[in-house]
């Protein structure tokens, strides 16, 4: 039985879930997922019966319980650090760990306008003026890490880090949603995508059988 349980919402729409399961896969340790389905009556009950603050993802690890994504991202880089979570320098680490945090706090127009929805397909090629000034900090904030640190590979400090993990829902929803993107932008997002844990984590989205319909992209009122 593996030591660790990863409590997570529905792999289509649950994106702070997606960074969970990402930043487990990057630590390297051996953890069993548990799915709760999001939006039905049960879930409250389900969640608060594992999680402290009462969503997902939680990691339980042993009598220890983390409910942040970040908290969960420290938690295991604290316990791994063989798996080199973050960029080895102290100027590329404080970069990616400010990035991190930028995408924990931030970024609304795109949260709140496209939600997660990776079987959705839209497109939007005038999105409205908080998102369009996202997606402007997005380019800038990629191409920064790219240019300064990002050299030896395609992710933003060249090799797969927690960085790349934080922004794995941000490059899904610029898919889902068609959004306009600069090209290095578009280069970035594409590596993100085609990542095998990305990949992994899409395809069991696709195959899920719940659909929230207000989360859904074609829905959404743009």
């Not at 880089?77 to 404080?94: G, H, I, Q, V, Y």
């Not at 984590?201 to 207000?214: F, G, N, T």
Request: charged residues 20%.
């Amino acid at each position: 039985m593996a030591s660790f349980i990863l409590h997570i919402g529905n792999k289509n729409y649950s994106s702070w879930s997606f960074r969970g399961w990402l930043a487990c896969r990057l630590a390297g340790i051996d953890f069993e997922e548990r799915l709760i389905p999001l939006d039905r009556p049960e879930t409250a009950a389900a969640i608060a019966a594992v999680s402290p603050n009462k969503r997902v993802p939680c990691l339980e690890h042993g009598s220890v319980r983390v409910w942040d994504t970040l908290a969960i991202a420290e938690y295991l880089n604290e316990l791994r650090p063989d798996a080199a979570m973050w960029p080895e320098s102290p100027a590329a680490r404080a970069m990616a760990r400010s990035l991190a945090a930028e995408m924990h706090s931030g970024f609304m127009g795109i949260r709140n306008r496209c939600p997660m929805d990776i079987r959705g397909s839209v497109s939007v090629p005038n999105p409205p003026v908080e998102v369009a000034a996202d997606l402007a900090r997005l380019d800038a904030a990629w191409a920064t890490a790219r240019t300064t640190f990002g050299a030896a590979g395609p992710y933003l400090f060249g090799r797969w880090t927690l960085a790349d993990v934080f922004f794995a829902p941000a490059a899904s929803r610029c898919r889902t949603y068609g959004l306009p993107l600069g090209a290095a932008a578009a280069a970035y997002v594409e590596a993100v995508l085609s990542h095998a844990d990305v990949e992994a984590w899409s395809a069991a989205a696709l195959k899920e059988p719940w659909r929230i319909p207000h989360e859904d992209a074609a829905e959404q009122p743009f």
